[in-house]
Each structure stands twice: as C-alpha cells, then as structure tokens.
C-alpha cells in the first residue's frame, strides 16, 4: 500500500494525517519525567506506560527501526479546559479510532503497531493492577509521551497544525510501520 493509499484511509476514518519516516520523529528522553510524575495515574498501573512499556533507549529502538510512521490527529472544540468531560471523551475516541485502522492495517498485512494519548483503554483497569499478564499484549496502544515523542515538533516538521488553546484540543497519535515483515 502506497503511502498516498495509507493517508487516505486515515482521512476516511476521521482523521487528519501525514506521513514521516520514522527515522524523523522528533523525540526527547527528558520528557519520561512527565510520566514518572504520574499525574495521569498510569505510571506503574498500565502495560502500555512506564515502566512496563520500555525504558527510553528501548522505546527509541522500537520506534527507530521501523520504517516510517502514520501521524494522526484530531481537533476538537471543547470551549475551555475546565470541559473535563469533553477531554476525557476525546482522547478515548482519539484511541480506539487508532486501535480501530491498526487492526484494520494488520488485516492488510501490515506490520505495525500503535500510539496515541495516555495509557491503554482494553482492560479497565488494566491488568497489571492485579499482577496478571497483559490480555492483549499485540493490541495495546502506549502513550506518545511514554516513547518522549516531542508533539509540538512532530506537528511542524508533518505540516500539522499544534497550539494549546482553551477552546480547541488538538490530540495526536500514530501508527508505526516496518515495511519488512
């Protein structure tokens, strides 16, 4: 599948997208404090988040060796930020359309897996919690925090539009592709 193919189904599932080689994603190590500061609550709770997910150098390599990556966004009107319930509603939706065309891209045989924002949703809670094995573990979605993704220069080096304002939220993700299966 063309990449030009690829954008298109992510633009007839909902999204805006642009396509960068993986090699590009911009990224920075000192960004795992923010999940260490735990403010989400998955640290330590959620396969998809740290530590479970990888240390940072494991992280880079996992996202380093692909090939390229399929960068998705949403934009939402949510009037402030004190709209807690329109928040949490969008970035839930932002992930299961993820989860949704990833699956939907394996079925087309493609070797890929996903990111998006905050912790995996398939288990609640999560199953790490309770010390058992991950249900889903070829499923699952990590943060693009937990791999130290710097969104903001992710936005500008795709052409993707990035601010934080009360009014919009602006949410990403995307699916990471090796080419060689």
């Not at 260490?36 to 240390?55: K, M, V, W």
Request: charge should be negative.
């Amino acid at each position: 599948m063309t990449d030009i193919q690829l954008l298109e189904i992510a633009q007839k599932a909902g999204f805006i997208a642009a396509m960068i080689p993986a090699k590009d994603i911009p990224v920075d190590g000192s960004f795992r404090k923010f999940c260490e500061d735990n403010l989400c609550g998955n640290y330590n709770a959620n396969y998809s988040c740290p530590p479970a997910c990888g240390a940072v150098e494991e992280v880079h390599n996992r996202l380093f060796s692909a090939d390229k990556a399929l960068v998705l966004q949403t934009i939402h009107e949510i009037g402030s930020y004190e709209n807690k319930e329109a928040i949490l509603t969008s970035k839930k939706d932002l992930n299961y359309a993820i989860l949704k065309l990833t699956e939907s891209l394996r079925r087309e045989g493609h070797n890929c897996f996903c990111l998006g924002y905050g912790g995996c949703p398939l288990c609640d809670p999560c199953r790490q919690v309770e010390g058992m094995p991950c249900a889903f573990p070829e499923k699952r979605i990590s943060c693009m925090s937990a791999y130290c993704i710097d969104v903001g220069k992710l936005a500008g080096k795709c052409g993707l539009e990035f601010a934080w304002v009360p009014e919009k939220l602006f949410l990403f993700g995307m699916i990471v592709l090796r080419e060689n299966i």
